[in-house]
């Protein structure tokens, strides 16, 4: 068998060969539509989830959560059902979801799997550190803080969101699109453990939120991606030490 020329695309038999062909060869798609309530519906339940809006344990009803977000209950419903397959929500026997308990396995899976992935797509994103990176992650260290002295322990949306924004500028270096959803899904779960956690921190002997942060943002500058990745690992375990402490002295799940 004759080898395969490099760089030529490999050709399954029965395939378009010309682009006369290839038009007439088209799997037949559904025509694309505007945005749907649907989309809306499921973009502000996994905002609000991923900002840790809602406790673990917390019980969404379908038609609370339409009434709150103004919508009919069959876009909610369809939204739920998404977020259930993407474990983020859990399916009760009385047709409601609950966001998932915090259990000891679940927080050790979320944990571990955040500082793999999360450590290793900053590896992949330090070739690719700009000096206007550096000062866009700095910006948003110091605006989380300026939220943080505001709003003090209170759960705040807009201090997740410049948490998310300051990660995922340097993640998006990295130019990977595979390993960004996955981020984002474990974020997703991670949420309402983020939440837990606030409630329980202790401004006396706990880290700051931003305190790996200007860690992170010193080993970047560096361009040390051993001590970005150490001091990101830090960052994800600062959280979920809180609820370790927490389910040790109590031997409970924490709602």
Not at 101 to 115: G, V
Request: net charge negative; aromatic share 4%.
């Amino acid at each position: 068998m004759a080898a395969r020329t490099a760089g030529r695309p490999l050709r399954v038999a029965g395939a378009a060969t010309e682009a006369g062909d290839a038009e007439g060869a088209l799997a037949p798609l559904n025509p694309v539509g505007r945005r749907t309530v649907q989309d809306s519906v499921y973009d502000e339940l996994r905002r609000s989830l991923i900002q840790g809006l809602f406790d673990p344990g917390e019980v969404l009803r379908i038609v609370d959560v339409s009434n709150r977000l103004g919508t009919s209950t069959m876009p909610v419903r369809e939204a739920l059902a998404r977020l259930i397959s993407e474990q983020a929500l859990e399916a009760m026997p009385n047709r409601s979801v609950r966001v998932p308990l915090i259990s000891r396995d679940r927080l050790e899976d979320l944990a571990r799997a955040r500082a793999i992935i999360e450590s290793e797509i900053i590896g992949l994103a330090m070739p690719n550190v700009t000096d206007a990176l550096v000062e866009e992650l700095v910006h948003l260290t110091d605006a989380c803080d300026a939220v943080l002295a505001t709003k003090g322990r209170e759960i705040s949306g807009e201090a997740a969101d410049l948490n998310h924004a300051f990660h995922f500028t340097l993640y998006r270096a990295a130019g990977s699109q595979v390993m960004i959803p996955i981020i984002e899904s474990l974020w997703l779960q991670s949420g309402p453990y983020l939440r837990a956690s606030a409630r329980l921190f202790d401004a006396a002997t706990d880290r700051s939120a931003t305190h790996f942060h200007r860690e992170i943002v010193e080993a970047v500058t560096r361009r040390d991606t051993p001590a970005a990745q150490a001091a990101l690992k830090a960052d994800i375990g600062r959280a979920f030490d809180i609820l370790r402490k927490h389910l040790t002295e109590t031997g409970e799940e924490t709602r």
